[in-house]
């Protein structure tokens, strides 16, 4: 019992505390802690090729992996799904092309170490100082936010929120000028 208490108060004195299963984080604004799930995805994006023309859409393969040991579900726009995917450089944006005349939310099961993959095209929408972009792709399912219908679009209310998106890895591309 002493060499416990010892343990305790020496992870104490250290700032860490530790528990044995839950993760838990403190905010550094309010000092109140709260239990922080694990993220049940993993975003990898791929692009088709390394180099793209400035006015051609620019393809990735994006894969959303289930990590954990269990189903997951997610609920994603049957038609325009790509609206769950949004680009972290101001430089690219979700291609334009893309048309959706009949939507509704689908839920679709991802099982234990599966993935659901498809192919997203974007564009660059903004002028590129140097030949090279860099940029991550956030996944974020309609389950995980309340949606709103604006410009004849439902969109996600938050897309910046690291607590209901999930990050892809980094990918580069060289931008080729016409």
Not at 1 to 27: E, H, Q, S, V, Y
Not at 101 to 114: D, M, R
Not at 127 to 153: A, C, M
Request: hydrophobic share 40%; net charge negative; aromatic share 10%.
């Amino acid at each position: 019992m002493k060499t416990r208490l010892t343990i305790a108060l020496l992870a104490l004195d250290c700032g860490i505390i530790l528990f044995a299963n839950p993760i838990f984080a403190m905010d550094s604004v309010t000092n109140l802690v709260e239990q922080v799930k694990a993220k049940p995805f993993q975003v990898t994006i791929t692009p088709t090729k390394k180099a793209f023309h400035t006015n051609e859409p620019i393809c990735i393969y994006t894969k959303v992996e289930n990590v954990t040991e269990t189903n997951q579900t997610v609920v994603l726009w049957s038609c325009s799904w790509w609206e769950q995917f949004r680009s972290t450089s101001l430089q690219i944006k979700l291609w334009p092309g893309y048309h959706c005349t009949a939507n509704a939310p689908l839920s679709v099961e991802i099982p234990a170490g599966k993935s659901w993959e498809k192919e997203l095209k974007l564009w660059v929408s903004e002028p590129v100082l140097t030949n090279t972009v860099s940029f991550q792709i956030k996944f974020v399912p309609l389950d995980y936010v309340q949606p709103r219908f604006e410009d004849g679009h439902f969109t996600p209310l938050v897309l910046n929120d690291s607590k209901i998106s999930f990050l892809s890895n980094e990918a580069t591309i060289d931008l080729i000028s016409n």
